[in-house]
């Protein structure tokens, strides 16, 4: 069984984790230009950014098609092995349950994430799978990291889409209210 001591989350942030993070901004991006939530995810081995990963579950029909999923998934195949020791996942938003117990299983030495996720977060917000003692790794966990650009994106996006659906709204009421018979004075 593996001893690793677990650390609190960090709030000491390098230039090195924003470096990173800010290639899980990247990342973000492309998910979404392809519509989908913007969470992008880089898997990294010392100085070697391994894979990479962006959400893509409405695209792709499937639920577990988080960032952080696609990264270990890309990594996994990159490195011929499902457990990725020594890696570190940089992801702009806090991994849910899910994603924890993933990154768990691939051994993830540390995680470094941007944006608390005050709904599914997994690192501490709602629950925090990796204080668990009882379980057989131990990860690292650093919040917070370019937490404000991170959390504009995500905010930017659902402003955007409540835009949109006002518009759509508005159209289908203008179309609605174009149909109706004029009624005579």
Do not use: W
Request: aromatic share 4%; net charge negative; with cysteine.
């Amino acid at each position: 069984m593996e001893t690793q001591v677990e650390t609190p989350i960090d709030t000491v942030v390098s230039e090195r984790d924003r470096r990173y993070m800010a290639l899980a901004l990247d990342a973000a991006q492309s998910a979404r230009a392809a519509g989908e939530v913007p969470v992008g995810a880089v898997l990294v081995r010392g100085d070697e950014v391994i894979a990479t990963g962006f959400n893509h579950p409405i695209g792709g029909h499937d639920p577990s098609a988080h960032a952080e999923m696609a990264a270990l998934r890309a990594a996994a195949r990159a490195l011929q092995n499902y457990r990725l020791p020594g890696c570190e996942l940089y992801v702009t938003l806090e991994p849910c349950l899910m994603c924890s117990g993933a990154i768990m299983h691939a051994r993830i030495a540390r995680v470094v994430f941007g944006a608390h996720d005050p709904k599914t977060g997994a690192c501490g917000s709602v629950v925090d799978a990796f204080a668990n003692r009882q379980l057989n790794h131990h990860t690292q966990v650093a919040g917070g990291v370019l937490a404000t650009e991170c959390g504009n994106a995500l905010k930017s996006f659902f402003a955007d889409r409540r835009q949109a659906i006002r518009a759509e709204r508005a159209a289908a009421a203008a179309g609605a209210q174009a149909c109706l018979p004029e009624q005579p004075v």
